[in-house]
């Protein structure tokens, strides 16, 4: 079945370092949501890509759809403490559901 | 608005003991989800819901797990008997469905550890 692979699986920063997390797949995409989960908590919405070569921007994150709509990222500006968390991807896998991948853990030393 | 409420917040079992979960989705949302998460990993579908019927059951491991959702609003999430490969989060999830770019609405989840 349909797989989003992500990378890294782990990441530590020092606070105000910049942080990316890359999502892929070997099968295109109609679109893309990015989730954000803290410590302890459940994942939380952050966004949907749906066109070619699309960027968003929500403060200090941008997201970038692939061209090909194979592949995204996530990239977080001069990291906060409250950056913590895992960031999932997650891709459509058929009959409107979605599949996650398993997640970029960012740790941020203040 | 109250968000997805999942009740019991965390539940310890022995093993071969029944379990249930509880699901209030946010209202209006039709489709229902409920996902597994083991630790370290991402969450798994194990069944989607449009209003009451259940539409994608194909990762439910239907010889112990059974879900219902009676009137299409809440919805019951049931293991008998539980196995020690059991013990994860379980997270209940609604949207609108559609491509309105919503995502899904997760709630807090229900942390099994069985024993």
């Known amino acids: 079945g349909q797989q989003v692979m992500q990378i890294p699986q782990y990441q530590h920063v020092q606070e105000g370092e910049d942080f990316t997390t890359y999502c892929n797949s070997s099968?295109?995409?109609?679109?893309i949501q990015w989730y954000k989960q803290r410590p302890g908590g459940h994942p939380v919405f952050l966004i949907q890509?749906?066109?070619?070569?699309e960027v968003k921007k929500q403060k200090r994150l941008t997201f970038q759809f692939g061209e090909a709509k194979k592949n995204s990222s996530l990239h977080i500006t001069a990291t906060q403490t409250t950056d913590v968390g895992t960031y999932f991807c997650?891709?459509?896998?058929?009959?409107?559901?979605?599949?996650f991948g398993k997640g970029t853990k960012l740790t941020v030393n203040p | 608005e109250a968000g997805v409420v999942q009740s019991p917040r965390y539940k310890i079992i022995e093993k071969k003991q029944p379990v249930a979960f509880w699901c209030n989705p946010i209202?209006?949302?039709?489709?229902l989800y409920w996902y597994r998460q083991n630790l370290g990993q991402g969450p798994e579908l194990l069944i989607r819901?449009?209003?009451?019927?259940?539409?994608?059951d194909s990762q439910l491991p239907k010889d112990r797990f059974s879900a219902e959702r009676l009137k299409g609003v809440d919805s019951t999430l049931k293991i008998q008997p539980a196995e020690l490969g059991d013990s994860a989060v379980y997270l209940c999830?609604?949207?609108?469905?559609?491509?309105?770019?919503?995502?899904?609405?997760f709630g807090s989840g229900t942390r099994l550890t069985v024993v």
């Open positions: 819901y449009e209003n009451e019927e259940a539409v994608d």
């Open positions: 209202s209006g949302h039709n489709t």
């Open positions: 999830a609604s949207s609108l469905g559609g491509t309105g770019g919503y995502g899904y609405t």
């Open positions: 099968t295109t995409l109609s679109n």
């Open positions: 890509l749906v066109k070619s070569g």
């Open positions: 997650a891709g459509p896998g058929g009959s409107e559901k979605l599949v």
